[in-house]
T-cell receptor, first 113, second 110 residues
Framework: KAGVTQTPRYLIKTRGQQVTLSCSPI?????VSWYQQTPGQGLQFLFE???????NKGNFPGRFSGRQFSNSRSEMNVSTLELGDSALYLC????????????FGPGTRLLVL | SQQGEEDPQALSIQEGENATMNCSYK?????LQWYRQNSGRGLVHLIL?????REKHSGRLRVTLDTSKKSSSLLITASRAADTASYFC??????????FGQGTRLTINP
C-alpha cells in the first residue's frame, strides 16, 4: 500500500497570504489528523476528520481550517498567514479511531516571510 | 494539561549501550504509543500499549506501562547509529483524543 502523501513538500509564502495543504491518506483509512510542529511548541494537534466530518479540534485560531472529501483526502487551509505559522505541518491517517496507530506523511514545511 | 511529558529532553549515549526514555501523563488513558522522528521528517509508529497491558516488546524495543504511576518507559537495547532520532510518546484518552509529548532527542555516538 502507498503511504500517506502530502503536497506540496515545501512552501514559501509572505505574511497575509493564504495557503492550502493537501494530504492523501493510506487507502482504506477514514481518519485524517493534522499537526503543527515547531521547535518551540513541539507537536500540536490541529484537527481530525473522519468521514468528512471534523471530529476533534485543537486550540488554534479560526484562520486554520480543514476539510475532508468523500475519498478521505484532506486539505487544510491557513488564511492571513503570520510569521509564527512557519512550521512543519504533518498529516496522519488511521483506520478509524484517532487513538489507533497513526501513519504520518513526510510533512509540508511552510516558511512565512 | 493531559500532555505526556518525556524525560530526559535529550540523551546522548555510545553505540551498543541501552537507551531509556520515560513518559509521564496526568489522567487516565486508553492507550499510549511511542513514535520516532528522524530529523525534519514524518513520525514513525513504534509500539502501542493499551491501558490493561504492562509490557510489550518489538525487536530491540521494550515498552512498559505503569498506570498507577501514570508513566511509561521505552527501552532501546544495543543501540545503533540509526537509532539517532527524536522519540515521542502519545497518550490516547477520552473520546478520540491523542496528545503528543515534547519528545526526547536521542543521539547515538559511534
Amino acid at each position: 500500500k502507498a503511504g500517506v502523501t502530502q503536497t506540496p513538500r515545501y512552501l514559501i509564502k509572505t505574511r497575509g497570504q493564504q495557503v492550502t495543504l493537501s494530504c492523501s491518506p493510506i487507502s482504506g483509512h477514514r481518519s485524517v489528523s493534522w499537526y503543527q510542529q515547531t521547535p518551540g511548541q513541539g507537536l500540536q494537534f490541529l484537527f481530525e476528520y473522519f468521514s468528512e466530518t471534523q471530529r476533534n479540534k485543537g486550540n488554534f485560531p479560526g484562520r486554520f481550517s480543514g476539510r475532508q472529501f468523500s475519498n478521505s483526502r484532506s486539505e487544510m487551509n491557513v488564511s492571513t498567514l503570520e510569521l509564527g505559522d512557519s512550521a512543519l505541518y504533518l498529516c496522519a491517517s488511521s483506520l478509524g479511531s484517532s487513538q489507533e496507530t497513526q501513519y504520518f506523511g513526510p510533512g509540508t514545511r511552510l516558511l512565512v516571510l | 494539561s493531559q500532555q505526556g511529558e518525556e524525560d530526559p529532553q535529550a540523551l546522548s549515549i555510545q553505540e551498543g549501550e541501552n537507551a531509556t526514555m520515560n513518559c509521564s501523563y496526568k489522567t487516565s488513558i486508553n492507550n499510549l504509543q511511542w513514535y520516532r522522528q528522524n530529523s525534519g521528517r514524518g513520525l514513525v509508529h513504534l509500539i502501542l500499549i493499551r491501558s490493561n497491558e504492562r509490557e510489550k516488546h518489538s525487536g530491540r524495543l521494550r515498552v512498559t506501562l505503569d498506570t498507577s504511576k501514570k508513566s511509561s518507559s521505552l527501552l532501546i537495547t544495543a543501540s545503533r547509529a540509526a537509532d539517532t532520532a527524536s522519540y515521542f510518546c502519545a497518550t490516547g484518552y477520552g473520546a478520540q483524543k491523542l496528545v503528543f509529548g515534547q519528545g526526547t532527542r536521542l543521539t547515538i555516538n559511534p
